[in-house]
């Protein structure tokens, strides 16, 4: 653009006519107009060169003052790229960042986790071994105690319920096996009762040749003894209360 604006200034010489042959040369006319002397074509030709100059160096200026205006606008659009770029690779570390970080903190949480549990299960089984450690130090206490509440329950159940010794004495006579001669030794308070139940009995029995039913002070209320040719058949309170306690007994052994 400057090069251009200065060929514009500039404005070619004027051509000085070529002298024709002295054989050719018209004869002078009257009204030739007067040839301008050496100085004055010194003169113009001077003040041509000065405005030729001054025109150069207005261009020049012009084209340093665009050269000027680029170089500013390349720093500042390079100045651009540069934030862009730093923008650019701040937001790409900071996302790589948040996602390292989050893979850490992610890492961190399971394994807290595991310890947590590990932990709790290390509470859990300590907690089991030391329930464990006490009912093995406890059970036999516990059992005595179960028993002695079954005695309590018991014995007031056979005072209050008379049915107790009619289902004792049934389950007692089903064991029988020879019916020669069956004798059944009962409480004192429960002799009356029992005596009125004798054709019941027989009937049980069937075949029954002999019943004798006596009363015993060794028998506990709602029990009773059973005695054949063939055996004993111990069924009194007592006796069962005591079988229960050896089987406890020995499953907590086992």
Aim: with cysteine.
């Amino acid at each position: 653009m400057a090069v251009t604006s200065f060929l514009a200034h500039l404005q070619p010489l004027k051509e000085t006519p070529r002298a024709q042959p002295l054989g050719e040369q018209a004869r002078p006319s009257l009204s030739r107009a007067p040839v301008a002397s050496p100085t004055e074509r010194e003169q113009e030709a001077q003040a041509r060169a000065a405005q030729i100059t001054a025109e150069a160096q207005q261009a020049c200026a012009q084209a340093q003052r665009e050269a000027s205006e680029l170089l500013e606008d390349a720093q500042v659009q390079a100045e651009a790229m540069r934030e862009a770029a730093w923008q650019e690779g701040f937001h790409e570390g900071r996302e790589a960042g948040q996602t390292a970080a989050a893979l850490e903190l992610q890492r961190d949480q399971e394994v807290q986790t595991a310890q947590a549990r590990a932990q709790l299960q290390t509470l859990v089984d300590a907690v089991g071994a030391a329930r464990q450690e006490l009912w093995n130090a406890q059970e036999a206490e516990m059992a005595a105690f179960v028993l002695t509440i079954a005695r309590q329950v018991v014995k007031t159940e056979v005072t209050q319920n008379p049915e107790v010794i009619a289902h004792v004495l049934q389950n007692a006579l089903r064991r029988v096996t020879d019916k020669d001669q069956v004798r059944i030794r009962v409480s004192l308070p429960d002799a009356a009762q029992v005596r009125g139940m004798r054709e019941d009995l027989l009937n049980l029995m069937d075949g029954v040749k002999n019943l004798e039913i006596v009363d015993d002070r060794r028998i506990g209320q709602g029990g009773c003894v059973v005695e054949t040719n063939a055996g004993t058949i111990d069924a009194k309170i007592e006796t069962q209360l005591d079988e229960v306690e050896r089987a406890l007994a020995h499953a907590l052994d086992n």
